[in-house]
């Protein structure tokens, strides 16, 4: 629950235009909350007389990433986040709960996903996210 408290927060204070070369990465705690938060966080905007912001537009413009799962619902999330903020969440190397076998198979045999956008999940993105 970190990282999602961490990303409402991080938004709610404006913390990306404090820091316009910052990039943000929200890890080890899967994608789907990204619907939710972005719900409340535009909630209580409206609230305070605020327009609501639009999550594709948000996590470009703010440089916010977020680690999703190969087994995620992974076109409902790209709705909320685009096509350049996601990145994989492999945990690589560890043999523990949280371990996926054959996680780059899985992800590009999924027909429900551009080949552009597997490419982005697996590569392109994280290159962006840590300036490789």
Do not use: M
Request: net charge neutral.
């Amino acid at each position: 629950i970190l990282p999602v408290l961490a990303f409402r927060d991080i938004v709610w204070n404006g913390i990306p235009e404090r820091f316009p070369r910052l990039r943000f990465a929200f890890l080890e705690a899967c994608s789907q909350w990204v619907p939710f938060v972005l719900h409340e966080i535009n909630r209580r905007r409206v609230g305070f007389g605020k327009k609501p912001l639009h999550g594709p537009d948000l996590f470009r413009e703010h440089r916010l990433y977020v680690a999703c799962e190969v087994d995620e619902d992974l076109p409902w999330v790209l709705k909320y986040t685009g096509p350049d903020n996601l990145v994989i969440g492999s945990d690589y190397g560890h043999t523990d709960a949280s371990y996926v076998r054959d996680l780059v198979t899985r992800l590009t045999s999924r027909e429900d996903l551009s080949v552009e956008i597997k490419e982005n999940i697996l590569a392109k993105n994280a290159r962006n996210l840590y300036a490789l």
